[in-house]
């Protein structure tokens, strides 16, 4: 089940990523005193009261004039619009009311979408009510008093965020089809390769980077089997564009992960895996979806016979977290492999899904164990007590020991590896927890 979206939207330097960096209780995003620095991570899984979303920084943008303030905030709280299933609204109540606030808050009302208010920077909730009240004005309805630096108020505000939330049970048994994301650079091709998987030119393509602005849902039918290719902007490298336009690429390519089963990311066979796009696959792998590299263009590439041996070799040194990943080289121009991308996702759907029984879990973990013994610190051995399958998509493990200090990464790694080689899980990563449970006498 996707997780809720929750986006953060006001003017510049009224503490946007200051509540994000409290509510995601990191320090995240780098924030100084002046306008528009948002420059790290814009996004964050939050928990509250058992809820588990989603949490997204628009970001504070300064611009050069009045036109261009208002012009990127609408863009800014359009993007949120589109994306979100609840948006937190903050306004800065040392500045009081502003025209600009007045202006996003009318156009927030209009999307129909569920708004919380959040009145940042009351330091002192009795001497400053009658200020916090001003923003009544906004026709936003309740304004609730906060200090995102000094985390006060944050707690009645995220109560009123998850009231909001969307009762999804009933649309994730109605469609149960399999959601591909398709992420990637611009001009990668996305959008051809969906065309060509489609029989359809449903999104429009050109040679001009970027030219896909919104991720778009495409219905497909193969074999009988119904799919949702959800098709994003690129992303961009923040030395070629201006860096709010990569933020919005950020929070759709956020979105469109979010929702999807398997994650397609997709590489320029002619240029060669990129920084970029190791950054761009860690969204994917931070959320456990199944993955599978797609290495396109791949007929533009001169080729000799250690070619495909090569790239291969270069995508798992850069993106050597997704060791798990499948990798296929087509070329969505051609239509050369496009069609086994198919059986690939149908492979990583069952993977992705895969429960195995604990017994035979045990099994596999005893011979494990038997093979190489587990770490000991000061005279004292881990011990594995079992391991058990809790939940899938992606495959989560928890392993019962003695003692948590025990379980060092390389050891709960090497058991991965043996499940893995046991099961195959191909395509999909694995998730571990450890919990440590009292010796019995």
Do not use: C
């Amino acid at each position: 089940m996707s997780k809720p979206i929750v986006a953060i939207v006001g003017r510049p330097n009224v503490g946007k990523s200051t509540l994000f960096n409290a509510l995601a209780g990191s320090r995240i995003s780098i924030v100084q005193d002046t306008p528009g620095v948002t420059r790290d991570r814009i996004y964050a899984d939050v928990s509250w009261l058992n809820y588990n979303f989603t949490l997204i920084d628009t970001g504070g943008i300064e611009p050069d004039s009045g036109d261009v303030i208002l012009s990127q905030m609408r863009e800014q709280a359009q993007i949120a619009i589109d994306t979100a299933d609840v948006i937190i609204f903050i306004v800065d109540v040392r500045q009081g009311m502003q025209d600009a606030d007045a202006k996003v808050a009318d156009m927030l009302r209009r999307s129909h979408k569920p708004v919380v208010l959040a009145v940042n920077k009351v330091d002192n909730f009795e001497k400053m009510m009658m200020d916090v009240y001003e923003f009544y004005n906004l026709g936003m309805g309740e304004p609730f008093p906060v200090s995102a630096a000094s985390m006060l108020g944050t707690g009645d505000l995220l109560d009123e965020v998850i009231k909001h939330f969307p009762d999804r049970t009933g649309n994730d048994e109605e469609d149960e089809r399999p959601k591909i994301a398709v992420i990637g650079k611009p001009n990668v091709g996305k959008s051809s390769l969906v065309n060509r998987l489609t029989g359809d030119n449903r999104v429009i393509v050109s040679d001009i980077a970027g030219t896909t602005r919104d991720a778009i849902d495409t219905p497909v039918k193969y074999h009988g089997r119904e799919y949702v290719f959800i098709d994003t902007a690129g992303l961009r490298r923040k030395n070629k564009i201006k860096e709010e336009i990569e933020r919005y690429s950020i929070i759709r390519a956020v979105t469109a992960v979010e929702r999807a089963d398997v994650v397609l990311l997709m590489i320029d066979g002619t240029e060669g895996v990129t920084e970029q796009d190791a950054k761009i696959a860690g969204i994917a792998h931070e959320r456990g979806k199944g993955i599978i590299i797609v290495v396109n263009k791949w007929d533009a590439v001169e080729k000799d016979d250690k070619t495909i041996y090569r790239q291969t070799e270069k995508i798992r040194q850069i993106l050597s977290f997704l060791s798990y990943a499948e990798i296929m080289f087509i070329s969505a121009k051609t239509g050369q492999r496009v069609q086994n991308v198919y059986d690939m996702i149908d492979m990583v759907i069952e993977n992705n899904s895969m429960r195995i029984a604990t017994g035979v879990l045990n099994e596999i973990v005893a011979e494990a164990v038997a093979m190489q013994q587990p770490p000991t610190d000061k005279g004292k051995r881990l011990k594995i007590y079992y391991v058990t399958q809790v939940s899938v998509k992606p495959p989560t493990f928890v392993i019962f020991v003695n003692d948590k200090e025990l379980a060092h990464f390389s050891y709960v790694r090497y058991l991965e590896n043996r499940i893995r080689d046991a099961f195959g899980f191909r395509g999909t990563s694995l998730k571990f927890i450890v919990r440590e449970r009292k010796e019995e006498q």
